[in-house]
């Protein structure tokens, strides 16, 4: 089985994360970096973002691959 993530999906998630930090106590300056970088470099449809699309699915098929290795290595009774 093959999945992977549209830019969509991975753009909330990292908008998702990026709220998490704007609401730590930081400063207003770093809140208003976090936020320009969201919106100006991890725009949807910027190379940036499709970068990140590739390497988040390039890691959960590592993941999937490396579960599907795992119990076929290991004995049933361990």
Not at 17 to 22: G, M, P, R, W
Request: glycine content about 2%; proline content about 5%; aromatic content about 6%.
């Amino acid at each position: 089985m093959k999945v992977e993530f549209s830019i969509e999906e991975v753009w909330q998630m990292m908008d998702s994360v990026v709220d998490q930090f704007v609401e730590l106590e930081i400063g207003r300056q770093d809140r208003a970096a976090l936020r320009r970088w969201r919106s100006d470099e991890m725009a949807p449809g910027s190379p940036a973002l499709a970068l990140l699309t590739e390497k988040v699915n390039e890691a959960l098929a590592d993941v999937h691959a490396s579960s599907e290795v795992s119990p076929i290595k290991k004995p049933d009774w361990v």
